[in-house]
C-alpha cells in the first residue's frame, strides 16, 4: 500500500512540488502533521512539515521537540529561534512552482508565513487530505480500535459505580480515571455526564446535579489513545424505568439498528441518517431527533465527515464513524445510544462493545 | 473600565467596522470567541461573532447550541445549514469598509470565507487582541486564581499519594481525578509525571515506568476552570535525595527565587527570564537550563506572551505568567519548579501556593 503522502498526492490532478503543514499555537496544531510524520508523543507547537510526492518528508521543529521529532522516520530540521523557520521555510520553498496548504487546519497568519517565502502558486490540497484521512489504514485501526475498547470496558464499569446520590461531575471524574488506568492519554472530549431535565441538551457536560430516581443519565465520552479518538454514548435508568422512558430508549435503539444494518460501502452517508430518523419520526417522538447522526473519528473528535443531511459521502471500506441517534424532549430528558463503527468490504464492524440492552440502576 | 471589545478596538489606530471571529471544527476554535462573549460551556464549532467598536457583538451558531449561545448578553442569530453560515457573513459585512480579523487563530480556510463575503478591506487585528487578552480583567484573575487554587491542592495532595512502586499514568489519572472533585472541568493540558531519567525530558508526559527509589518525580499539571488554565510543576525526590539532586534543586528554587522578585510593571519579560538563567549558569549546572523562563496563561495555556530572550514584552499589572526555571540533565533527570503569578501595581502575587521545599517522599 502506498503511504499516506502518496495517497494525498495522488488525489490532486495538479502538479503539486510540496504540501508544507505549519502548526501554530495550541490547540491550533493541524492533526496532518501527526497523520504524515506518524509521531505520538510531543507538543509541536510552531513545527511544521513538508511532504513530496515520492512519499518522503522533512520535519522542522524546536531543539525542545527534537527528541521527540526523531521518532518518526524521517529527517529532522531543528530551529532555536523563530526566525531560523523563515530561514527553513524560504530555503524549502524558493524554488518549487506549485505548493499545498491544508486550509482547514493552517491559520491564516501561518499561511501568510508560507506566502511571503516563496513566489510559487499556493494551492488548496485540504479536500485531498481529508478524503485520505477519512479512509484509516491499519495502523489507525489498530489504534482506534483499542481506543474504542478502553471506553467500552469503562462504560460496562460504570452500571456498577452510578448510584442516586452522586454528582454528574463525580461520575465524570470517575470515567476519566478508569479510562487512563487502561491506557487512555485523555479524554478524548469533554465527558457529557448529563442527568434528568439536562440529558435533554446535548451539547451539556457536566455539573452539580445529583442524580436522583427516575432520570435518565447519559454518559458521551471516548478516550485518546496513541492520538486516536473513540466516542461512545450510553444512556441509563435510574431506578426505576417508566413507560415513556422505555419507549424513548427501545425508539433509539431501533433507529440506531436500522442505521448500522444498513452501512456498507457504496451506500451514501446522508441515507444513513435518514434512515435512523424516519425511525424516529415514525412515532410519538417525531422531531426530537436535532441532530446529525454521526460524524467520523480519527486525530480529531469530528474528523472531517459524517452521516447527516448536509454531508456528501458515499461509504468505503475503512471509514470509521460514530452512529449516534437520540431523542431529546425539553424538560423531560434525553436518550442517546453512540457506537463507533468501521465500514468493511460487506457491511461494518463495531467497535464499541459496551452492552447496550435497556439497563436500570441503583 | 471598558469592555473586552473596546478595549480591543482602542488598540487600532485604524479605522475599523467590526471585528470578525470565526470558528472552525475542534480543535481550530478561536478562544477570542469566548474572551468576547464570556461563554463557558458550548462546542461552538463553525460559530461565529462580529464585534463592533461601541463595545456591542453579535453571535451566529448552530440550533443545537443556540440555548448555551444564550447566555452570553448578547444578540444570537442561529443557523440550521453551513450556507446560511455564508448568508449571515454577506449580510452583516456586506456595506462595511474594514474588517479586522484574528489571524492567529482564524484558519485559512475560513479567512477565505470572510474574504469571498464582502468587499471590505480585511485587516490583522491579532497583535490588538493578543495585547488586550494579555492583561487579565477582574473575572479573568478570578478564574485563573481558582484554577491555581484547584492543581495548589492537588500538588500538596499528591506528596501522600506518590509512592515506590507505582507508575507514572498512575499518578496521572489520580491527579487529574482530585482536579475535577475540586470543580476542574479537565486538565489545562496533559500531565506530566514523569521519573527517573524521564524527568531529564521537559515535554514527556507519561508512560509505564515504575517510580523508583532515588528518583526525581516531576509532576507538572493544570485545572480547566471556567475555560480558564493553571499551570504547576513541582518536583519530589523518592526514598532518598543525593548530593546533586539537593544541588539541582536548590539552584532551580535560587533561579525562580530570582525571577520572581524581579517581576513588577516596567521591567522587560526577557530581563526576568536572563536572571533566572544566569543563576544556573552561574553553578555547575551551566547550560542545563533549556527552556524560556515561562508563558502568559490564560483561555489558552500559552497564551500568547512570555518571559524569554525571543519575546519583546514589558509587564503590566493583570498580565499573568508561568515561572517555571529547570535544570535537565540526560540520562541522570530534571528538576523544575513552576507557579503561576499575576503582575500587581508593585510586584506580584503567586497564585500557586503549593509547599516547594525540596521533598523527599516514600
Redesign the interface.
Known amino acids: 500500500m502506498k503511504n499516506r503522502i502518496e495517497r494525498i498526492f495522488e488525489k490532486e490532478d495538479e502538479d503539486i512540488d510540496a504540501i508544507v503543514i505549519l502548526n ?6 493541524d ?1 496532518t502533521f501527526y497523520y504524515i510524520t506518524g509521531l505520538i ?3 509541536f ?1 510552531g513545527s511544521g512539515v513538508i511532504a513530496y510526492p515520492d512519499g518522503k518528508a522533512e520535519i522542522m521543529t524546536s ?3 527534537e ?2 521529532a526523531k521518532k518518526a522516520d524521517m529527517p529532522v530540521h531543528t530551529i532555536s ?2 526566525d531560523e523557520r523563515e530561514e527553513w521555510l524560504n530555503e524549502k520553498l524558493d524554488d518549487l512552482n506549485k505548493i499545498g ?1 491544508n ?10 508565513k508560507i506566502r511571503g517565502s516563496t513566489d510559487a502558486e499556493i494551492v ?1 490540497v ?1 479536500d485531498s487530505i481529508a478524503e485520505t484521512r477519512n479512509i484509516k489504514d491499519e495502523e489507525e485501526i489498530e489504534r482506534l480500535s483499542e481506543a474504542c475498547r478502553i471506553a467500552s470496558k469503562v462504560a460496562e464499569e460504570m452500571t456498577d459505580f452510578i448510584k442516586p446520590g452522586l454528582k454528574e ?2 461520575v ?3 470515567i ?2 478508569r479510562m ?2 487502561l ?1 487512555a ?3 478524548a ?2 465527558t457529557i455526564s448529563s442527568s434528568g431535565p439536562n440529558s435533554a ?5 457536566s455539573g452539580n446535579r445529583v442524580i436522583q430516581e427516575g432520570d435518565f443519565i447519559v454518559l458521551d465520552f471516548g478516550a485518546l489513545y496513541k492520538r486516536y479518538r473513540s466516542d461512545i454514548t450510553r444512556t441509563y435508568i435510574i431506578g426505576e424505568a417508566s413507560d415513556k422512558q422505555r419507549r424513548m430508549y427501545e425508539t433509539v435503539l431501533k433507529a440506531q439498528e436500522a442505521a448500522l444494518d444498513m452501512i456498507k460501502p457504496g451506500v451514501e452517508g446522508s441515507k444513513i441518517h435518514e434512515v435512523a430518523q424516519e425511525v424516529i419520526d415514525s412515532t410519538e417522538f417525531e422531531g426530537y431527533f ?2 446529525g447522526l454521526g460524524h467520523s473519528i480519527g486525530l ?3 474528523d ?1 465527515s459524517g452521516l447527516s443531511p ?1 454531508v456528501d459521502v458515499v461509504l468505503q471500506p475503512g471509514m470509521v464513524y460514530t452512529v449516534e441517534p437520540g431523542i431529546y424532549i425539553p424538560e423531560f430528558g434525553g436518550v442517546r445510544i453512540e457506537d463507533d463503527i468501521v465500514v468493511t468490504e460487506k457491511g461494518c464492524d463495531i467497535l464499541t462493545d459496551a452492552n447496550k440492552d435497556l439497563t436500570v440502576l441503583g
Not at 486550509?103 to 501568510?112: C, D, F, I, N
Not at 441538551?201 to 457536560?205: I, K, L
Request: hydrophobic share 20%; net charge negative.
Open positions: 501554530s499555537t495550541k490547540p491550533h496544531v492533526l508523543q510531543g507538543e507547537e531543539r525542545l521537540e527528541e521527540s529561534k523563530t496548504v486550509s482547514s487546519e493552517l491559520t491564516y497568519s501561518a499561511y501568510k488548496d485540504s461531575y463525580q465524570a471524574a470517575e476519566s480515571y487512563k488506568k491506557g492519554t485523555a479524554d472530549f469533554d441538551e446535548p451539547h451539556y457536560t436535532t441532530h480529531a473528535i469530528h472531517g448536509n
